[in-house]
């Protein structure tokens, strides 16, 4: 069957935490930070926190209180009474806005060219009911025909019914949809468990024995897709 659809995640994939925000809230409670640092490390929490064990035994929200605790640990940012009003501060940010709105260089010329190869393009994010607002506000909304956020499903990656549910939105055969995320027991997981098939985003090469399409960039999986024409 030709691939006709794109499902993305967000996070990781279309948007990143924005480190500079964090580093001066920290910065303005007293508390020191650096945002190259807190950049460097994120991946690695991220991967850490990326087990099947982990997943089963937590929901989205749980992880990512954990995500951030251990980003800022790794990273030597000290608890302290000024380090916590700084995290209330973010947190609250992060309900009304979202905190990942750093968008890389390549995601606009890599959601064009996805359009320009035919593909339909949707966005599949277990998020927190702010991501069509904030791709709204990061001039990424239009690139997609469907924003399936999971805190407005009520089922999040990787239950396969939030892949369902983007499929129906999209009247979309999942034979001929692959999804993109960057963690494996979530994204490729629940894509397959959907019947779709599933890439992984691997940029840093932190999943070797991964048993799926790696990719080092959007721009990489628009050139494996080109260059499969039809038949990807």
Known sequence: MPLDTLFLDAGGVLVFPNW????????????????STL????????????????VRATSDGSRGAAYFDRILALAGVPRSPAATAAITELEAYHAEHNLWEHVPEEVIPALRRFRDLGLRVAVVSN??????????????LGFFEAIVDSTEERVEKPDPRIF??????????????????????????????AGLRAALLDPLDLYPDADCLRVASLTALAEWIEARGSSA
Do not use: F
Not at 21 to 33: E, F, S
Not at 46 to 52: C, G, P, Q
């Open 20 to 35: 500079e925000r964090v580093a001066a809230t920290l910065g303005r409670h007293g508390v020191p930070a650096e945002a």
């Open 127 to 140: 998020s927190n009911g702010t991501v069509r607002a904030k791709l709204a506000r990061l001039g990424l």
């Open 164 to 193: 369902a549910v983007a499929l129906a939105q999209m009247e979309a055969r999942p034979d001929a949809t692959l999804h993109l995320g960057d963690l494996y027991h979530v994204d490729v997981v629940g894509a397959r468990a």
């Open 39 to 54: 950049a460097v490390v994120e991946p690695r929490v991220r991967r850490e926190m990326d087990t099947a064990d982990r």
